[in-house]
């Protein structure tokens, strides 16, 4: 619950960097688009003292048919060093990561900015989903990579993850 807590926390109180998204990702079974990448503001015990907010929309093409599958996004790359790896050494220990599958009408619906963006976008069957990562304090404009790793199934098997690789800038405070 303090998790949830705290990413709610995150969202209501981070600056957001809006337009400045990297460009779409074609998987085999599925294109992610990186629609927002926000700072965290500092203040919330349960979360490290900066970190980012990863947006995505996902959406699946043919012949991905069946079960969807996601891999926990539990770290990126600052330039071009683990983000995990930063924060163990400068804090001493990590915090705790939080991937979340939206409800896309109703995450919409509470992100219009997010949702002028994915109204320039018609995907057939559509996903939102976030990635919360705290951590070690970051510098503006700092060099960002981030594997997100999502997959769908061709057939009733289980899915096929495919690492699919973002590359952005850590926004502005």
Known sequence: MQLILAFVFFVLTSTATFGQVAPKTLGTLSTTHLLSVERLVPGDPNLGPDGLLFCFLVASKPPAEHKFGIKQTEDFKVNGESYEAITKRELGK??????????VEKYLAENPKIANLVSKITPNSRLIITALISGAPLNDGENVELVFHIGFGR???????????FTTKVPRR
């Open 94 to 103: 990590n915090f705790t990561h939080l991937t979340t599958v939206h409800d």
């Open 155 to 165: 057939t009733t098997d289980e899915p096929e993850i495919e690492d699919l690789i």
